[in-house]
């Protein structure tokens, strides 16, 4: 079993910064890829960023330049260091990880920008 914990989430002005982690704990081989998601109410949901084992990484349009994503798997975690944040970026943050054979989501995170 893997459980996901993430970090860092909260309340910012717009144009400030968070960074969120997610550290998986359990029985884990390895980690292939890792990624934060986004729910808004109202909203679809969106994959932000995703990272993989070898260091690719891949951002949603609306975050480009803005956020970076990055991992340490000596410690199976993941970072989603988000800059000059915006209302609309106001949401509840999931990592997911995708370990050989199945997949894990974290509890979610709530980020909230207000304008």
């Known amino acids: 079993q893997v459980q996901l914990v993430e970090s860092g989430g909260g309340l910012v002005q717009a144009g400030g910064s968070l960074r969120l982690s997610c550290a998986a704990s359990?029985?884990?081989?390895?980690?292939?890829?890792m990624s934060w998601h986004r729910q808004a109410p109202g909203k679809q949901h969106e994959l932000v960023a995703s990272?993989?084992?070898?260091?690719?990484?891949n951002f949603a349009d609306s975050v480009k330049g803005r956020f970076t994503i990055s991992r340490d798997n000596a410690k199976n975690t993941v970072y989603l260091q988000m800059n000059s944040l915006k209302p609309e970026d106001t949401a509840v943050y999931y990592c997911?990880?995708?370990?050989?054979?199945?997949?894990?989501w974290g509890q979610g995170t709530q980020v909230t920008v207000s304008s």
């Open positions: 997911f990880m995708v370990v050989p054979g199945s997949g894990y």
């Open positions: 990272i993989t084992s070898g260091g690719t990484t």
């Open positions: 359990g029985n884990i081989f390895r980690i292939n890829v």
